[in-house]
T-cell receptor, first 113, second 117 residues
Framework: DGGITQSPKYLFRKEGQNVTLSCEQN?????MYWYRQDPGQGLRLIYY???????QKGDIAEGYSVSREKKESFPLTVTSAQKNPTAFYLC????????????FGQGTRLTVV | AQKVTQAQTEISVVEKEDVTLDCVYE???????LFWYKQPPSGELVFLIR??????QNEISGRYSWNFQKSTSSFNFTITASQVVDSAVYFC??????????????FGKGTKLTVNP
């Protein structure tokens, strides 16, 4: 079945450590996105990529980094510079920029301990 | 600046009741797109509908209906004869992209709907 796979589902990190969240899609979508969701909050865009080897900052990119070396993969690294990384992270993809529907993964819940 | 407000944080209803989720938006763009997404307990967001700013026709899909009113900048969502499976968090969103895609979506804070048997 086609879809977006995020791993791991739960992730614990010690303060000061970098951690990478995985996002893989087999939908042959061009565009991919990372959102952050905090309790009682909407989703906020971290980074997005419309084509391979290109990505753009979203509204809250500070403390995060991404890469897009392959069309199907868009990993997100939460660096030690991110002051409050504990959150729920959602990856999404769309067929092209301007597509109607975004498909979302099931998310990764990151907790800093 | 673009903004989406969902004033209802949580709503609780009894099965078979009708329920309306409110969404008010702010934008200076003349062309924009509005979305509703459902987030069940499993976590992923499920697309429900997209509406562009030039189409104010109301839409009905089964038990779901949407009322778009530019005059009041509202895009409300009604579930008729609610069911327990409708329990989820519902997000209204506004597209910043001129082509109406889902990129750069501005989300409201969501409304948690609980449907009790």
């Amino acid at each position: 079945d086609g879809g977006i796979t995020q791993s791991p589902k739960y992730l614990f990190r010690k303060e000061g450590q970098n951690v990478t969240l995985s996002c893989e899609q087999n939908l042959n979508h061009d565009a991919m996105y990372w959102y952050r969701q905090d309790p009682g909050q909407g989703l906020r865009l971290i980074y997005y990529s419309q084509i391979v080897n290109d990505f753009q900052k979203g509204d809250i990119a500070e403390g995060y980094s991404v890469s897009r070396e392959k069309k199907e993969s868009f990993p997100l690294t939460v660096t030690s510079a991110q002051k409050n990384p504990t959150a729920f992270y959602l990856c999404a993809s769309t067929l092209t920029r301007g597509s109607t529907e975004a498909f979302f993964g099931q998310g990764t819940r990151l907790t800093v301990v | 600046a673009q903004k989406v407000t969902q004033a209802q944080t949580e709503i609780s209803v009894v099965e078979k009741e009708d329920v309306t989720l409110d969404c008010v938006y702010e934008t200076r763009d003349t062309t924009y797109y509005l979305f509703w997404y459902k987030q069940p307990p499993s976590g992923e967001l499920v697309f429900l509908i997209r509406r562009n700013s030039f189409d104010e026709q109301n839409e009905i899909s089964g038990r779901y209906s949407w009322n778009f009113q530019k005059s009041t900048s509202s895009f409300n969502f009604t579930i008729t004869a609610s069911q327990v499976v409708d329990s989820a968090v519902y997000f209204c969103a506004l597209s910043q992209g001129s082509r109406g895609g889902s990129e750069k979506l501005v989300f409201g804070k969501g409304t948690k709907l609980t449907v009790n048997p």
